[in-house]
């Protein structure tokens, strides 16, 4: 069995079935991809997933539903996304080996 391209933590599972039960019910799941910008020239973006778009790897982890955007998965192989709730925010962290460098403000990333 291969290894998923990215791996759940249980809290970004527990976050993931709170914003599910809050979403429309045309959502099936969180869609994860990779878009140019930030200081460091990558960000991470998350939306909701109303279907699978053509080439999309799907996780499935304890009962929630991942997409991984194609243009994606070169830059989140062994990645594990995570949820961190501090005291004044809270947010999907992405524990990616590829990254080399990220930003300041922890925004965006290079590969």
């Known amino acids: 069995m291969t290894e998923p391209i990215i791996k759940l933590s249980d809290k ?6 709170e914003i599910m039960s809050k979403a429309e019910n045309t959502a099936i799941g969180v869609r994860v991809g990779v878009k140019s910008g930030g200081c460091a020239g990558l960000s991470y973006i998350m939306e909701y997933a109303s279907d699978k778009k053509p080439n999309e790897e799907i996780i499935e982890d304890k009962g929630v539903k991942v997409f991984i955007d194609p243009n994606a998965v070169m830059y989140l192989l062994g990645t594990e996304m995570d949820y961190k709730k501090e005291k004044f925010s809270s947010q999907f962290v992405f524990n990616n080996p590829n990254e080399t460098e990220r930003c300041g403000c922890g925004e965006s990333f290079k590969t």
């Open 12 to 17: 970004a599972v527990n976050r993931i079935k």
